[in-house]
């Protein structure tokens, strides 16, 4: 933890009772998380048990976002490998693992503004939040799931200024808490996305 | 002992200025007295809102000196109307559930004590605990000023229900923007609800102390710990379901609002919306939130008996493990809300087996307390009085709920005062005994002063015996067809009712002005109480080896070694006829 070095990052194992405590934290947040995807689906499962409305078709750069985003969790976890090989002497591995970060949360900036034009491209076909139950849907998901990784993205900025600032070092469990999430932000998009290309 | 104990580092520096030692406070136990002093708060605003509603059923033409104030329309020249009348039905339900019944028991006692009693120097995440409080602290703000705004507090009772609460103002006074501050701050409430659940599980996952097994943990430890399980499910799920109810009312969506409504003579513009698609993600929250009040009082009450029989309970596995059952089949049974709400009958039925088998846990939690109550040196005191007060308003208010759990007979009585009965005094009652109970309990360690037993056993008799005189006769009410609900029935068929409705106004006011006493009581001893020991009533627990008040680390920088479950009465110990759990001597 001296300043001037990366922290360790240690498998669960070896977690102190805090760093723990961060691990389960975010185990637990996720399944908070869930819960409230899950509610959100079995809203969409009664709704269109009382009429359906027109489908809706994915605007192709949907897709793109959705490769981004995956590609995102493994730019992570070469971040992860740069930054645990930075503890020795191979500072280059660390550089590297940091521009591994970087791109991570360009990565998932690009997401999010994928997802803009999305919902521009809904937009012009005249088809907005209130148009019907499909789009309303639509939007609620989608927006979730931006708000959700805005944590993410907010927490992978929190953690590229710690290490690029004077301390350069950080929690030994906040990293592998934030990868447990970002990585989270994958899957449930995924999910979303079999939902939303499904169902509405 | 010594030896065992070694030197910690804080989670967080000694607090220094008057903000961060008691506004924004890291401190758990800061914190836990904010979520108490918030609840505190709430639950005389909530009374003052149950007296003016009895005072009304009862003279519904008379003045209330001053109300014109607070509502010039809800109120003209004093005389509350029928919609002010819901207006503050729906404030007083959803301050009482949300704000006292949630945060004093598990936010604010759960906070305070359940780091310690496991041996850790604070929260798993302390910042999110402070967070945690200032946004439930919010959402009280923001529900709160529904009253001062020209529409007024929203009229569709604490549980919304739609596609009144969803369309807007056509539907009646207060459901323009009062509803959406309404549905605004339960959302904020959530977020704050749902940080705090997750501090709780990951601290006692991983803050415990060496020798704090899981089952070394004390009962009310345990029910902290479930009850964040379920507010972490329950929560999770009236969080999206505010959402969707803000969008109907605020982007014009139609989740809640079906086609051809017609409200107020105007077609309303949605279609293809849910109804009953509300009352099911609300109850799929509201009935674990009952358990959410009522399982931190279990504990509470558990711990508070147990001191004071001096003896251990016939069986603390078997009641954590009901206590678990409970808020599992928490989750089974949200449709017993719904018996009558046009749900297919066979849904009734489904809804209604595991409604019945929660009886089951109930049970044998109630025959421990009883069994274990048999032949005990029982210490009559006013934290005693309230725990076993808690048992006669569970045992009552829970045999109730047995007849209501049957859709046949619920169908009959569902919309009337027995179900108010019910729920007051299984949820409501109950669940504030068993903080009355705590307070007289812990208040000696909170304050570092004993507060005055004989007034609080003056605080338990009113209350006990008038809380009794005020909820036996709702279902008496209920069961002759009185409607809940109604602001008035003196020019109704029910109108023979009113003196019963009169005993009962009565009984309100005079319990009402008992909880003065209480209030009194809790200010006077804080700053004029006797000085307390750190043991005063010589329990086993690990908040009572530290000082009163506790320093701001709890362990003077120590970490604590457990060596027993904390039911370790009726032995002989250096100290007495008890052994606390860090003492390493043999029993």
Redo the contacts between chains.
Sequence with gaps: MASGTYTQIVSPSHLA??D???R??IW??I???T??F???T??LY??Q???E?AHIVLPPVIYANTLALLLSSLTLEKARRGIAKGLGPEVDESAAGMAWLVVTLILGLAFVAGQCLAWRSLATQGLY??T??NS?FFY?FTA?HVLHLFGGIAALAYLIGRLAGSLRTFGQSLFGAIAIYWHFMGVLWLYLLLVIGTRL | MEEAVVPAAH?HAPPEGFIRKHVFSLDHKVIGKQYYGLGLVAVFIGMGLSWLMRFHLVWPTTKVPGLELLSSTGAPGGVITPEYYLSLLTMHGTLMVFFVLTNAPFAGFGNYFLPIQIG?EDM??PRFNMMSFWITFCAFIVLILAFFIPDGPPISGWTAYAPLSAVGKDAGPGLAWGQSLWAMSIAIFCVGQ?FG???F???T???RAKGMTFMRMPICTWAWFITSAIG??A???L???C??LL?DRM?????FI??GLVISDRLQNH????P??WQ??FW?FGHPEVYIAILPAIGIVSHVLITNMRKPMLSAKVLIYSMMSIGFLSWMVWGHHMFVSGMNPTSSLLFSFPTLTITIPATIITLIWLGSLYGANMQINAASLFALGFVSMFVSGGVSGFFLAQPSIDIYLHATYFVVGHFHMVMGVAAIFGIFSGTYFWFPKMSGRMMNETLGKLHFWITFIGTYCIFMPFHYLGLVGNVRRYSSFVDDFMAPLMPVHKFISIAAFVTGAAQFIFLYNLIHSRFRGKQASENPWNATSLEWSIPSPPPWDNFGGKHPVIYHDPYQYGVKGSKGDFVMQDSPEQV
Excluded: C, E, K, W
């Design positions: 009772g805090p723990r405590a961060s389960s934290g637990v947040g399944f908070a998380i819960m409230s899950a509610a959100f079995s809203a009664v709704r048990g009382s009429g409305a939040l209130a019907n139950s309303s609620v979730m | 989670v850790a798993a995440f749902l659940s997750l501090n599980i990951a601290t996952l991983d803050l972490l499910l929560f999770a799920v969080l999206p379901a959402l969707l969008l982007a014009g969506t139609s989740f079906p086609a279609a293809g919306g849910s009953l698609l099911h993600l799929f």
